[in-house]
Nanobody, 111 residues
Framework: DVQLQASGGGLVQPGGSLRLSCAAS????????MNWIRQAPGKGVEWVSR????????NYADSVKGRFTISRDNAKNTLYLQMDSLKPEDTAVYYC????RGQGTQVTVSS
C-alpha cells in the first residue's frame, strides 16, 4: 500500500522553527516529484512547495519563500520541510503529496 506519513508538527511561538518529515512507503519514492500542501482552519488547500524527483529543483509559494526549505533523502524515502521565521498565518495542517496525499501534521504558531 502507498503510504505517506507526515510528522514533526506542534505548537511554536512566532519567529520559531519546525522541521516536518514525511515517511514514504509502498512506491518508488525517487521516481516522484513531491509537494507540501497545507490547509488552515476554515480555508481551502494551499500549495506550499515542490521538489523534483532528485532534489535538484525546488519551488515555493510566495507566502513561504525565503522562510521554508524543502528537501528530500531518497535513500531514506523521506521528504522534509524546514520552516523558519514562522508566523501565525502558517497555522495549518500540513500534508505531503505525491502519488497520493498522506496523513497530515498540525502546525500551530501562537504566543
Amino acid at each position: 500500500d502507498v503510504q505517506l506519513q507526515a510528522s514533526g508538527g506542534g505548537l511554536v511561538q512566532p519567529g520559531g522553527s519546525l522541521r516536518l518529515s514525511c515517511a514514504a512507503s509502498g512506491f518508488t519514492f525517487s521516481d516522484y516529484a513531491m509537494n507540501w500542501i497545507r490547509q488552515a482552519p476554515g480555508k481551502g488547500v494551499e500549495w506550499v512547495s515542490r521538489i523534483n524527483f532528485d532534489g535538484t529543483r525546488t519551488n515555493y509559494a510566495d507566502s513561504v519563500k525565503g522562510r521554508f526549505t524543502i528537501s528530500r533523502d531518497n535513500a531514506k524515502n523521506t521528504l522534509y520541510l524546514q520552516m523558519d521565521s514562522l508566523k501565525p498565518e502558517d497555522t495549518a495542517v500540513y500534508y505531503c503529496d505525491g502519488p497520493m496525499r498522506g496523513q497530515g501534521t498540525q502546525v500551530t504558531v501562537s504566543s
